[in-house]
């Protein structure tokens, strides 16, 4: 039964005009739903999990040397997950459904509570999602730094190869979960209601779900660790999943509740962008942001529950000794070496697509200039998002699957370059001639313009065979995806996160602090992944604790530069705390002067964002016309027109 | 300034850098570039590296100079103004050039590749069990493979089996009587079929200078070629992760002349005889029994069901 009680809810203007039933797990206090009960859902989840596992299975082999059943983890796992998201209230409204009754309705708490708690404010969410993929982030990043610490020596070790090894796992996987979301969550959720004209996503409650999920699958695949750990890197290959500890448990269901959480994203975002565009708003208009969002949500939604099925299945291998991987019952390996990179092709495009739409958002603002060829640039995004859909084998060039496919996916995988430099037209076209102003979000923007590039081209050598003989498998690949993925979208993230934060927090971030930010993390990336290009053409592997003596000099050079790079990142967090709470300074309300849609309401955003949904009747890049025709009606505030020049 | 200035200007820097950097790379740092020259694969590897080389430098500058000068010459000096006129506009000859170039770029990429995957005999890549792009000699290789007192002459191609297992790997000579050693040694001016497979989890052979790769895959047989065309020393690395001693798993090989290889291989042949008895006999493949990956599902040491082939384990132990 649900207890309810009257409470009054105010419009957005401010005057009560109706009452609703309120279920106490939404009210303010600490009986309500929040972080606290979700942490105890959790827990109170994993030991009854464990504990039927252990009653239903007590008689089935425990996996050799860990003292685990692994019905009885994986069972604590997911009810740990179920726990979690009752305890949070991702779950009162389908429970509500199923049994019959009415849902309560979902208040919208006011004040720092909010953020701990099931929101469905699309602006809550997205900057929930900026703490959330910031957690993964630095914990990503400690475990880097961890490797490069053992990589400064290759005879005295600070670790021992089996953790080694599970730090090299876990930190691939981290970070690959973290990149997936890192713009489509915090960014994404945030900005493109207000982007597109709308006052919410489509649905609020599967937003809310995808971020509670998520933060589920980071404490997932980190409870790996006390598992035990898993060895096989990032990619989980069999049979050595199959031979892995209960630690690849934390691996499987971690990517699989990843997974979950990435395809609700997908979804939502993809039907918000099609259905929630205000009048006006033709696919002519749609900011390039949304146009990469769009092309991200498509990958999200189809290529992510292959994911969740090689997860599923892998899984089922270890708990109810099916054999999907074993080749000795009849399985294939092969088979989660395709079900995995069929996912994980389009992934590495879910990691890049949002990146080159940030710097398509920002480039404008700050050359004064339209975006030059803006239908090249969106159509680019729509052919990377399918070419990706048909490029997965080229991970399998040695692998022994299907020499005869091999010069077609060399050339669907050379193709892709072709859309991809169409984002590089945009880019180099929009910088012609313009009035470039170097602020940080610029400096990021062209940063990644200047990474990528060496990310792509490095691509090339990959896709070609015979070179693919030399460079699979080792430091160079190691290098090219860091280019691609830490230089292209991490540096677009951190451009956006410096552009969107004065909007998002009603504060500006200290630009001389930021500076140092920006010239130390570009500076030191490329000092720490460069070398490895070097590194792996002389032929040292991914993923060793050792390595030939000749190559220690490149290998600290490397190391030191992480160090120094890891410290970059210090700046930037002391930037957000100096900026947010030691000296914050009021954000006006167009501090870039934009023509943004997104900038064109107050500080902060009213929580229904628009009084009302506004006509738009411009594109937002028309800053070469001081007399541009208005971005848009947005009703009692008037025509919007371009933001003063000062 | 207009805008042919700029484009001069930017191009004439791009020329000079391009070609500068290409010529230093062609001959300075392309002798260099790995894998080297061992074999026949390695240098058509490399060759094949220094060509994408060439092509990726000018892109390269291209973008960098471009950006550069953008930097330097169009940074805003004071408080900005919107820019108009033609450079506002959406320039589709630009535009039309951009997609061309990339395009033929791509294709061309794409070709070359193909023609040499192919002129090249897979480019040591492995190609599986049926693999297409054998050179001579090589059929009636895995022919007397099963042969075991075969042995081996110059001329002829000589078939190697690779076996990885965590956290090692050993060769098989079939042509010898099927013997199995650490040791990889190959004849120079040879043409060489390694047959790769696994006991237990993936590896991958990667003997670097020899510009071979090929993933081990239990019960599958991985085949590579290469043509030896120097005496020396190569490394082998396991280059897919295979557990906790995956960054252990190296040793390295040599290339000898082709007397010193038949002197070499028949005296391993006969040292190894007494161990060499308790190995299963030359298949393509093994099973692994309860000490493999995934074993103990069939603890008595037999092969599966579905499959026929030639069991490692407690009662063939590899040597």
Same mark, same amino acid.
């Given at each position: 039964?649900?207890?309810?009680?009257?409470?009054?809810?105010?419009?957005?203007?401010?005057?009560?005009?109706?009452?609703?039933?309120?279920?106490?797990?939404?009210?303010?206090?600490?009986?309500?739903?929040?972080?606290?009960?979700?942490?105890?859902?959790?827990?109170?989840?994993?030991?009854?999990?464990?504990? !039927?596992?252990?009653?239903?299975?007590?008689?089935?082999?425990?996996? =050799?040397?860990?003292? =685990?059943?692994?019905?009885?983890?994986?069972?604590?796992?997911?009810?740990?997950?179920?726990?979690?998201?009752?305890?949070?209230?991702?779950?009162?409204?389908?429970?509500?459904?199923?049994?019959?009754? =009415?849902?309560?309705?979902?208040?919208?708490?006011?004040?720092?509570?909010?953020?701990?708690?099931?929101?469905?404010?699309?602006? /809550?969410?997205?900057?929930?999602?900026?703490?959330?993929?910031?957690?993964?982030?630095? @914990?990503?990043?400690? &475990?880097?730094?961890?490797?490069?610490?053992?990589?400064?020596?290759?005879?005295?070790?600070?670790?021992?190869?089996?953790?080694?090894?599970?730090?090299?796992?876990?930190?691939?996987?981290?970070?690959?979960?973290?990149? @997936?979301?890192?713009?489509?969550?915090?960014?994404?959720?945030?900005?493109?209601?207000?982007?597109?004209?709308?006052?919410?996503?489509?649905?609020?409650?599967?937003?809310?779900?995808?971020?509670?999920?998520?933060?589920?699958?980071?404490?997932?695949?980190? *409870?790996?660790?006390?598992?035990?750990?898993?060895?096989?890197?990032?990619?989980?290959?069999?049979?050595?999943?199959?031979?892995?500890?209960?630690?690849?448990?934390?691996?499987?269901?971690?990517?699989?509740?990843?997974?979950?959480?990435?395809?609700?994203?997908?979804?939502?975002?993809?039907? /918000?962008?099609?259905?929630?565009?205000?009048?006006?708003?033709?696919?002519?208009?749609?900011?390039?942001?949304?146009?990469?969002?769009?092309?991200? *949500?498509?990958? !999200?939604?189809?290529?992510?529950?292959?994911?969740?099925?090689?997860?599923?299945?892998?899984?089922?291998?270890?708990?109810?000794?099916?054999?999907?991987?074993?080749?000795?019952?009849?399985?294939?390996?092969?088979?989660?070496?395709?079900?995995?990179?069929?996912?994980?092709?389009?992934?590495?495009?879910?990691?890049?697509?949002?990146?080159?739409?940030?710097?398509?958002?920002?480039?404008?603002?700050?050359?004064?200039?339209?975006?030059?060829?803006?239908?090249?640039?969106?159509?680019?995004?729509?052919?990377?998002?399918?070419?990706?859909?048909?490029?997965?084998?080229?991970?399998?060039?040695? *692998?022994?699957?299907?020499?005869?496919?091999?010069?077609?996916?060399?050339?669907?995988?050379?193709?892709?370059?072709?859309?991809?430099?169409?984002?590089?037209?945009?880019?180099?076209?929009?910088?012609?001639?313009?009035?470039?102003?170097?602020?940080?979000?610029? +400096?990021?923007?062209?940063?990644?313009?200047?990474?990528?590039?060496?990310?792509?081209?490095?691509?090339?050598? +990959?896709?070609?065979?015979?070179?693919?003989?030399?460079?699979?498998?080792?430091?160079?690949?190691?290098?090219?995806?860091?280019?691609?993925?830490?230089?292209?979208?991490?540096?677009?993230?951190?451009?956006?996160?410096?552009?969107?934060?004065?909007?998002?927090?009603?504060?500006? !971030?200290?630009?001389?602090?930021?500076? $140092?930010?920006?010239?130390?993390?570009?500076?030191?990336?490329?000092?720490?992944?460069?070398?490895?290009?070097?590194?792996? +053409? &002389?032929?040292?592997?991914?993923?060793?604790?050792?390595?030939?003596?000749?190559?220690?000099?490149?290998?600290?050079?490397?190391?030191?530069?992480?160090? +120094?790079?890891?410290?970059?990142?210090?700046?930037?967090?002391?930037?957000?705390?100096?900026?947010? $709470?030691?000296?914050? =300074?009021?954000?006006?309300?167009?501090?870039?002067?934009?023509?943004?849609?997104?900038?064109?309401?107050?500080?902060?955003?009213?929580?229904?964002?628009?009084?009302?949904?506004?006509?738009?009747?411009?594109?937002?890049?028309?800053?070469?016309?001081?007399?541009?025709?208005?971005?848009?009606?947005?009703?009692?505030?008037?025509?919007?027109?371009?933001?003063?020049?000062? | 300034?207009?805008?042919?200035?700029?484009?001069?200007?930017?191009?004439?820097?791009?020329?000079?850098?391009?070609?500068?950097?290409?010529?230093?790379?062609?001959?300075?740092?392309?002798?260099?570039?790995?894998?080297?020259?061992?074999?026949?694969?390695?240098?058509?590897?490399?060759?094949?590296?220094?060509?994408?080389?060439?092509?990726?430098?000018?892109?390269?500058? %291209?973008?960098?100079?471009?950006?550069?000068?953008?930097?330097?010459?169009?940074?805003?000096?004071?408080?900005?103004?919107?820019? #108009?006129?033609?450079?506002?506009?959406?320039?589709?000859?630009?535009?039309?050039?951009?997609?061309?170039?990339?395009?033929?770029?791509?294709? #061309?990429?794409?070709?070359?590749?193909?023609?040499?995957?192919?002129?090249?005999?897979?480019?040591?890549?492995?190609?599986?069990?049926?693999?297409?792009?054998?050179?001579?000699?090589?059929?009636?290789?895995?022919?007397?493979?099963?042969?075991?007192?075969?042995?081996?002459?110059? #001329?002829?191609?000589?078939?190697?089996?690779?076996?990885?297992?965590?956290?090692?790997?050993?060769?098989?000579?079939?042509?010898?009587?099927?013997?199995?050693?650490?040791?990889?040694?190959?004849?120079?001016?040879?043409?060489?079929?390694?047959?790769?497979?696994?006991?237990?989890?993936?590896?991958?052979?990667?003997?670097?200078?020899?510009?071979?790769?090929?993933?081990?895959?239990?019960?599958?047989?991985?085949?590579?070629?290469?043509?030896?065309?120097?005496? #020396?020393?190569?490394?082998?690395?396991?280059?897919?992760?295979?557990?906790?001693?995956?960054?252990?798993?190296?040793?390295?090989?040599?290339?000898?002349?082709?007397?010193?290889?038949?002197?070499?291989?028949?005296?391993?042949?006969?040292?190894?005889?007494?161990?060499?008895?308790?190995?299963?006999?030359?298949?393509?493949?093994?099973?692994?029994?309860?000490?493999?990956?995934?074993?103990?599902?069939?603890?008595?040491?037999?092969?599966?069901?579905?499959?026929?082939?030639?069991?490692? %384990?407690?009662?063939?132990?590899?040597?």
């Amino acid at each position: 039964m649900t207890i309810s009680a009257e409470r009054p809810v105010a419009t957005s203007g401010g005057a009560t005009t109706t009452t609703e039933r309120v279920s106490w797990t939404q009210r303010p206090g600490i009986w309500s739903q929040h972080l606290g009960t979700a942490i105890v859902g959790a827990i109170v989840g994993y030991l009854l999990g464990h504990w !039927l596992g252990n009653a239903i299975a007590s008689s089935y082999p425990y996996v =050799q040397n860990s003292g =685990q059943n692994v019905i009885a983890v994986t069972l604590g796992e997911i009810f740990g997950v179920a726990g979690w998201l009752l305890g949070i209230g991702a779950l009162n409204y389908p429970l509500a459904k199923l049994t019959g009754r =009415q849902p309560a309705k979902e208040v919208d708490v006011q004040g720092w509570s909010k953020y701990f708690r099931y929101s469905t404010n699309h602006k /809550t969410v997205g900057l929930q999602y900026v703490v959330g993929v910031l957690l993964f982030l630095f @914990t990503g990043g400690l &475990l880097a730094m961890a490797i490069r610490t053992e990589l400064l020596n290759p005879t005295t070790h600070y670790f021992s190869a089996d953790t080694y090894i599970k730090i090299v796992s876990e930190h691939g996987t981290v970070m690959m979960m973290m990149a @997936t979301s890192i713009v489509v969550g915090p960014l994404g959720n945030y900005l493109v209601p207000l982007m597109i004209g709308s006052r919410r996503m489509a649905f609020p409650r599967i937003e809310a779900f995808s971020f509670w999920v998520f933060t589920a699958g980071y404490m997932v695949i980190f *409870s790996a660790l006390p598992l035990g750990g898993f060895p096989t890197g990032w990619t989980g290959y069999a049979p050595l999943q199959t031979q892995a500890g209960p630690g690849m448990i934390g691996y499987l269901f971690g990517f699989a509740v990843i997974g979950m959480g990435m395809m609700a994203a997908g979804f939502n975002m993809a039907v /918000t962008i099609i259905n929630y565009r205000a009048p006006g708003m033709t696919w002519s208009r749609v900011p390039i942001l949304v146009w990469s969002l769009l092309a991200t *949500s498509a990958l !999200l939604t189809l290529a992510t529950p292959t994911l969740f099925a090689a997860g599923v299945f892998g899984l089922l291998d270890k708990t109810a000794q099916t054999a999907f991987y074993v080749n000795e019952h009849g399985g294939s390996a092969y088979l989660w070496q395709n079900l995995f990179w069929f996912f994980g092709h389009p992934e590495v495009y879910i990691m890049a697509l949002p990146g080159f739409g940030i710097v398509g958002e920002i480039l404008p603002v700050f050359t004064r200039k339209p975006l030059f060829a803006y239908k090249v640039g969106a159509a680019g995004m729509i052919g990377v998002a399918l070419l990706s859909f048909f490029v997965w084998q080229h991970h399998l060039y040695q *692998s022994g699957i299907n020499p005869d496919m091999r010069p077609l996916f060399m050339l669907t995988t050379e193709l892709i370059s072709i859309p991809t430099g169409f984002i590089y037209l945009v880019g180099m076209g929009t910088l012609y001639k313009a009035k470039i102003r170097f602020e940080i979000p610029m +400096l990021f923007a062209l940063a990644l313009y200047f990474n990528f590039l060496i990310g792509g081209v490095t691509g090339v050598f +990959l896709s070609d065979v015979p070179v693919n003989v030399t460079v699979h498998g080792g430091f160079f690949v190691l290098s090219h995806f860091h280019y691609t993925i830490m230089g292209g979208l991490l540096f677009a993230f951190m451009g956006g996160l410096y552009y969107w934060l004065p909007k998002m927090t009603g504060r500006m !971030l200290n630009k001389k602090i930021g500076l $140092w930010h920006f010239w130390t993390m570009f500076v030191f990336f490329n000092l720490t992944f460069f070398p490895m290009f070097i590194i792996g +053409l &002389l032929g040292q592997p991914r993923r060793v604790f050792t390595y030939a003596k000749n190559l220690q000099g490149l290998n600290d050079f490397s190391s030191v530069s992480a160090f +120094l790079l890891g410290f970059s990142f210090l700046i930037f967090a002391f930037n957000m705390v100096y900026s947010l $709470w030691i000296n914050p =300074q009021k954000a006006p309300a167009n501090p870039w002067d934009s023509r943004g849609l997104e900038w064109q309401t107050a500080n902060p955003v009213p929580s229904y964002n628009f009084e009302r949904i506004p006509v738009v009747l411009s594109d937002p890049y028309r800053y070469s016309e001081p007399g541009a025709p208005a971005v848009a009606d947005l009703g009692d505030a008037g025509l919007v027109h371009a933001a003063p020049q000062d | 300034m207009n805008e042919t200035h700029h484009l001069r200007r930017m191009t004439t820097i791009w020329v000079i850098l391009s070609i500068a950097a290409d010529l230093l790379g062609w001959f300075v740092l392309g002798p260099h570039m790995p894998p080297g020259r061992m074999t026949e694969t390695a240098y058509h590897d490399q060759l094949d590296f220094n060509i994408l080389l060439m092509a990726a430098l000018p892109v390269l500058i %291209g973008v960098w100079v471009y950006m550069g000068y953008a930097i330097t010459v169009w940074s805003a000096k004071r408080a900005p103004e919107p820019v #108009g006129g033609d450079a506002a506009r959406g320039n589709r000859r630009a535009q039309a050039l951009w997609i061309s170039i990339t395009t033929v770029a791509t294709l #061309g990429a794409a070709a070359f590749g193909t023609w040499a995957l192919v002129v090249d005999h897979g480019s040591g890549g492995g190609e599986g069990p049926n693999p297409i792009w054998a050179p001579g000699g090589a059929a009636q290789a895995e022919t007397a493979a099963f042969s075991p007192n075969s042995g081996w002459t110059p #001329g002829q191609a000589l078939p190697v089996q690779v076996i990885g297992q965590q956290w090692k790997f050993t060769y098989r000579y079939p042509t010898f009587g099927g013997f199995e050693t650490s040791q990889l040694i190959l004849p120079d001016n040879a043409t060489i079929v390694f047959n790769v497979t696994s006991l237990d989890v993936i590896h991958s052979f990667w003997a670097y200078q020899l510009g071979v790769k090929a993933d081990a895959n239990p019960q599958v047989n991985d085949v590579a070629y290469t043509e030896t065309k120097q005496l #020396g020393s190569f490394m082998v690395r396991c280059s897919e992760l295979c557990g906790i001693w995956h960054g252990a798993m190296y040793n390295s090989g040599q290339v000898v002349t082709p007397s010193a290889f038949q002197s070499w291989a028949q005296q391993t042949e006969a040292a190894n005889a007494a161990n060499t008895k308790l190995l299963p006999p030359f298949a393509w493949t093994y099973v692994p029994d309860a000490n493999g990956a995934n074993g103990g599902y069939y603890p008595n040491g037999k092969a599966t069901p579905y499959s026929s082939v030639e069991v490692y %384990g407690s009662k063939n132990p590899a040597s």
